[in-house]
């Protein structure tokens, strides 16, 4: 708009020193000639009203304020006098409020050090409030209003404290993961077409894998003693497990449940039709099917106990998993290599298993 009205204003300067050679009547002549080309104009435009873009209406708010109203009415206008100093009154007040506007609106915004705590001391103590947390940071020698926190907290999508505090599976798994057990059944088809039902434990924390047995009849009596088996490997590695998640097979006898609970291990039915309630154990039965099943051929059940109990021991000792960055159940991680010279010597060799379908790879001695 103001390129608008400089435009305007130096089109019209123009016009005014083209007028300065002008005698009075010819002056008067081109007047009375604009006005009933004006008169023209109108009677062509009918009812439909004239449109004025903001730069001319700033142009002749500038330009005719000043006139008295009496000799606006006498001006052959295309609006109302009323209309010309109404714009003008806008002009003024725009460029008042444009000037008296604040440079910055509202209070200042909290340093990013304190809006980092807040949402610290939120993801920390599910259970705290907004309140709880002002009362926090008071503690801490930290002053700002309740409404300040209340604030940050709905910026960073944070919901209230007692939609925090619902327990929800997820953080169930994360918390208890250091005790927690899956399990569950998972078939393989020999070369003549019996199908075998294998049973395999997987620990949440570390990612171990237990091959429980393999068996063309899960009878009740079988996966029972696979039970007793588990308890007593549990006992033998010192490890101690509270809960076991298990889908609701009916190969699961009530007499498993009470085995495991007898060894202080409580089990955990996940919901009709949900595997992503056990989405561990079936990740792991996909990277099986993937990296064993899939690219050999099983002759037997010994054969097929064979082929995944050495698929275990490369699972758990030397295998990494992303979902514990990268660690082996079983083997620490190495230490980085600093020696740079030894980098550009490389000497790896491979070890492979079951005739190369597995892969391990090591520095040579």
Not at 114 to 136: D, F, K, M, Q, S
Not at 247 to 264: C, E, H, I, N, S
Request: with cysteine; hydrophobic share 45%; glycine share 4%.
């Amino acid at each position: 708009m103001l390129l608008r009205l400089a435009y305007l204003g130096m089109t019209n300067a123009f016009a005014l020193l083209r007028l300065l050679p002008m005698s009075d009547r010819d002056k008067d002549v081109e007047i009375l000639a604009l006005r009933h080309q004006l008169t023209i104009l109108e009677r062509q435009l009918g009812n439909a009203r004239p449109r004025f873009s903001p730069g001319d209406r700033a142009f002749l708010a500038a330009l005719l304020h000043r006139l008295p109203v009496a000799t606006l009415h006498r001006l052959r206008l295309l609006v109302r006098p009323d209309t010309v100093l109404r714009w003008h009154r806008d002009l003024i007040a725009r460029r008042h409020a444009a000037s008296s506007r604040p440079k910055q609106s509202g209070r200042p915004r909290t340093i990013r050090s304190i809006r980092l705590l807040v949402l610290r001391l939120a993801r920390e103590n599910p259970t705290w409030g907004y309140r709880r947390i002002h009362g926090e940071l008071l503690v801490l020698g930290i002053k700002v209003a309740a409404s300040t926190v209340w604030q940050i907290l709905k910026d960073a999508g944070i919901d209230p404290a007692p939609e925090r505090t619902s327990t929800t599976w997820s953080t169930f798994l994360r918390s208890q993961a250091d005790a927690l057990l899956a399990c569950d059944f998972f078939e393989a088809s020999t070369l003549n077409g019996t199908r075998l039902h294998v049973l395999a434990v997987i620990e949440h924390a570390s990612r171990r894998i237990r091959i429980l047995g393999a068996t063309a009849h899960p009878t009740a009596s079988w996966v029972t003693q696979a039970a007793r088996n588990l308890a007593m490997d549990l006992d033998e590695a010192n490890r101690h497990a509270r809960f076991l998640i298990r889908d609701r097979d009916g190969k699961f006898p009530a007499l498993f449940d009470a085995v495991l609970a007898d060894a202080g291990i409580q089990v955990v039915l996940t919901g009709v039709r949900i595997p992503r309630m056990n989405a561990i154990m079936e990740r792991w039965i996909h990277s099986c099917r993937r990296e064993l099943l899939d690219r050999t051929l099983i002759w037997n059940r010994q054969h097929l106990l064979h082929a995944l109990h050495e698929y275990e021991r490369f699972y758990n000792t030397h295998r990494p998993h992303q979902g514990i960055d990268n660690a082996r159940p079983l083997q620490p991680p190495p230490q980085p290599a600093t020696d740079r010279a030894a980098a550009t010597r490389l000497d790896i060799l491979r070890r492979q298993r079951l005739g190369g379908i597995l892969n391990e790879y090591h520095h040579a001695a």
